[in-house]
């Protein structure tokens, strides 16, 4: 009899421990996910190309996935700092490096884009100007208006202001020796493209991946975005005068405030998602990519590079 008591307490003990440790597990699992979109472009497209998105991680996770389209990249930073972003699909790599700056621990990364046809991890920044200008050269922009995208881009600004800096010295403070009339930051790369059409800018930056088709603006790229959007024949209307060295491709990033478990999944349906539906992965990212290896050690340089920009202001 003493037998059987002691056998049903061990037993009703390891169900309890059992059922404990599922309410735990379940305690831990957010019924919400914060899918962090980058500011600078069309909000509604943005918006539309990750809905997909959306569906597959909502039906993966057993989650309400809550699109934060940042009306810039500060906020998409500021809330994976403070926990408010959970994952991002494709992260300027000047603005991880400024998460990483202000908390190494803050994030993981969980890959970088590859494209898909080339293999190639980078893209690269460049400055336009209208295809009928007489602008050959950065030199002859000299006493126009021009226009950078957001202080945390890499390609918007980071790249373009330290070969400026580089050429013509001073800083965006001071147009650069006053080598231009106006220094502008308009808020995204499709603001500089259009500031360029418009005649606000004699000349802007945005980035291309310069793989592919000139034609249908590249495989990735602002040109890409705009072109399905509503401008067919912009790169009939402007041209390319300048062209940075490669710059790595953005890293995607998973936030360190989520459960270790919960983490876990995240990660694992993102590269799902990348395997099992690509067109929907492509369109959230922009271009043809998928994800390869990253780490920190990608991103060294630009950590630096944004490290020393911080610290001369």
């Known amino acids: 009899m003493k037998k059987s008591m002691t056998r049903a307490f061990r037993i009703s003990t390891l169900m309890a421990s059992l059922v404990f440790a599922w309410q735990v597990n379940a305690a831990e699992q957010p019924k919400e996910l914060n899918l962090g979109i980058l500011g600078g472009q069309n909000a509604t497209q943005q918006i539309g190309d990750n809905q997909c998105v959306k569906q597959f991680l909502d039906k993966e996770l057993n989650v309400d996935t809550k699109l934060r389209n940042s009306s810039d990249y500060s906020g998409v930073i500021q809330g994976l700092l403070g926990g408010k972003v959970d994952v991002v699909l ?36 460049v400055v336009i ?22 202080p945390d881009s890499t390609s918007g600004f980071l790249i373009p202001n330290q070969e400026f800096k580089q050429k013509f010295g001073g800083s965006a403070d001071d147009k650069y020796n006053n080598h231009f009339s106006s220094v502008t930051f ?34 990735t790229g ?23 060295p490669l710059i790595p491709n953005g890293p995607i990033l998973v936030s360190n405030s989520l459960p270790a478990d919960f983490k876990a999944k995240v990660i694992a349906a993102v590269k799902k998602l990348d395997k099992e539906d690509h067109a929907c992965f492509t369109k959230a990212m922009g271009g043809t990519q998928h994800i390869g290896p990253g780490s920190v050690d990608d991103f060294k340089q630009i950590i630096e590079m944004k490290r020393e920009l911080v610290t001369a202001r």
């Open 90 to 125: 494709s992260m300027s790599p000047s603005s991880y490096a400024s998460v990483y700056i202000s908390n190494p621990k803050a994030v993981d990364i969980v890959g970088i884009a590859v494209d898909d046809k080339d293999q190639s991890r980078g893209y690269h920044s």
């Open 129 to 150: 100007v209208k295809a009928d200008s007489p602008y050959k050269t950065l030199e002859d922009l000299k006493g126009t208006a021009f226009g950078f995208a957001d």
């Open 186 to 219: 308009s808020g995204g790369h499709e603001q500089d493209i259009l500031g360029v059409l418009n005649n606000q800018f004699a000349g802007a930056v945005t980035w291309a991946s310069m793989v592919g088709d000139y034609n249908t603006g590249y495989t």
């Open 222 to 244: 602002a040109f890409n975005r705009l072109i399905r959007m509503d401008h067919p024949d912009l790169m009939k209307q402007i041209r390319i005068i300048w062209q940075s």
